[in-house]
């Protein structure tokens, strides 16, 4: 006969491994995604793999978000590594998952919740740490006219595409958690 202290580890352990398993799957999800861009000549570039970081942040709170990111990213480096490794980039991950899940973790999915999280992001990393990582990286422009309007342009299409992802996963009532 188990003690009620074993039946709770086992239990706990099985949640463990499906959170594990779910993370896995959404980390290779994002990394499918990454490969594939749509690109619209040479400045303005739309890719999705920002949703499965998001999904994982609106499934599993910041912390863990925030780790798997980072995960993807190395792996994502590993797999296909474009030039020489930064772990600026690596730290740009760590915050986005961290973000999505500040604002997205066990809250109502809301098209305003939704935009001020894309709004973040896009401010704190694709508009100021990013540009100063591609400065140390290469001595570029710190601010760049073409991806402030690239930001402009993704960030309506990366808001619905977010809002709509998330309200469509509450919809189907995923047993993801």
């Known amino acids: 006969?188990?003690?009620?202290?074993?039946?709770?580890t086992v239990s706990e352990s099985k949640i463990s491994t499906k959170k594990l398993t779910v993370t896995a799957a959404i980390i290779a999800i994002n990394l499918v995604l990454n490969q594939f861009t749509?690109?619209?000549?040479t400045l303005l570039e739309i890719g999705f793999a920002f949703l499965a970081?998001?999904?994982l942040?609106?499934?599993y709170g910041p912390i863990h978000a925030g780790l798997a990111s980072v995960i993807a990213d190395l792996i994502g480096f590993l797999l296909r590594p474009n030039g020489f490794f930064f772990p600026g980039f690596s730290l740009n991950a760590l915050l986005m998952g961290i973000i999505y899940g500040i604002f997205l973790y066990k809250k109502?999915?809301?098209?305003g919740r939704v935009a001020l999280a894309v709004l973040?992001?896009?401010?704190?990393?694709?508009?100021?740490?990013?540009p100063i990582w591609l400065n140390i990286m290469f001595g570029s422009p710190l601010f760049a006219v073409p991806r402030i309007i690239k930001a402009v342009v993704l960030y309506p299409i990366e808001v619905g595409l977010l809002y709509g992802l998330l309200k469509n996963l509450r919809k189907m009532r995923l047993r993801l958690l």
């Open 57 to 59: 942040a609106y499934l």
């Open 53 to 55: 970081l998001a999904v």
């Open 1 to 8: 006969m188990r003690s009620t202290r074993e039946v709770t």
């Open 108 to 111: 109502e999915v809301t098209l």
């Open 120 to 130: 973040v992001v896009t401010i704190l990393i694709h508009l100021i740490l990013t």
């Open 38 to 41: 749509l690109a619209f000549g």
